[in-house]
């Protein structure tokens, strides 16, 4: 639970708690030694009261009228003395808590809070061995309350000043050390997803600028190799394709006119002497081999080099690629949305493309068992997208590439682009995205 709370939640909950703690620890402090406090300061009242009780009960005692005396003793003391007469009839001295004056500033809730001492002083008046009332001390607590009061408002105000002020000290200093932070975990996942271009900024304290100038050091090298292994596999592919060329020339120009001869001889030989019997046989065996042999070079001429691309256009090649798709998995029904700017891509852009198209529809054909192909080429945003479905039963969650189409994806890689196999939604998705510039970009 404490690993998913944020950096600034992890460093503002102990300070605040702290404080809290402090606070209430104050209170604490507070309520244990007002009692003790308040009791130690009237104290002297307590004993002044005793006294003047004995003083008052001598001179009583010595008058000859007891009772005048103690009116005229009473009526000096007025009503804010903290020394009051309670007489028999008058009945019990209140609490001292009940006996507060003047407390409109103080918390009824912060009297409650401290606990206000015993400071019982009744002392008896005697007049003729007969107890008239007792001589009480009420102390006025309003000054000692508000002090107190003064003191915790005191405390409270210098914990939240200090709270705040640390509050804000740690904000600051969690965002110069988070903001570089959060700049060097978004360069990282920039560079791992192959961006490493756009630099890391370089701030914070120095622990963090290192680490920033390293990411960038290694986004530069990274760049490079990257660079360097896309120019390996650009000369490889173009390698692959000259020997494709080669070997589709020597094919065409050997291998097709030793079959044409082959079948010319055949033809020749059936329209001269008509077959009969065995002969007859093999001559038309003959013809079959030959026609099925021209089919099969036609075939692998076209795999390995479909040299009408650059006089039909691109996107006239996949309309006829997909045409023969048609016709060759007639139970499959394929929609196609093909871009009319298809046409303006060549070179090795082209080949890739069509490489593509074909190996994918390849794969349906052969293991997708589907009933249901998509294929859609669009250029947009200077991006060629490439996106081929089927409602096929997928391909083995340990064997994502074949070797078909791990060439494509090297072949693509090399154009600085991405191919991507997925399953969603009961469909099989091949999609390849790469950058692209159209003749007509060229020529603008």
Known sequence: MWQRLSFRTQLFLPLGLSFLAALAMGGVLLQTFATGQ???????????????????????????????????????????????????EAGPAPVPKDSLRGLHSVPQWFVDLIAIPDMDAASPIIIDGRRVGDLVFLPDLSADLFEKWIGFLALTSLIAVLMVLTGTIAYLFAGSALRPLQNLGAGLTRIRRGDYVTPIPVAGPPEIRQSCEEANALATTLARLSQDNRDLLHRLVSLQDDERRDLARELHDELGPLL????????????????????????????????????????ILDRLRPLYIEELGLESSVQTLLQNFRRQASHIALTARLDPDLNEIDGPLAQTVYRVIQEALTNVLRHAGASHAYVQATIADSALTIEIADDGGGFPADNIFGRGLTGMHERVRALSGSLSLLRADERTYVRCRVPVETRRDAQT
């Open 260 to 299: 044409f001869s082959i079948r010319a001889g055949a033809t020749a030989l059936i329209e001269t002497a008509p077959p009969s019997g065995n002969l007859g046989n093999a001559t038309q065996e003959v013809m079959r081999s030959v026609e099925a042999l021209q089919q099969t070079n036609r075939r």
């Open 38 to 88: 308040l009791a130690d300061e009237n104290e002297p009242g307590r004993r002044s009261t005793r006294t003047v009780a004995g003083a008052l009960n001598n001179t009583l005692s010595a008058s000859n009228d007891p009772q005048k005396t103690l009116d005229a003793f009473v009526h000096s003391l007025g009503t804010s003395s903290d020394i009051q007469f309670r007489s028999v």
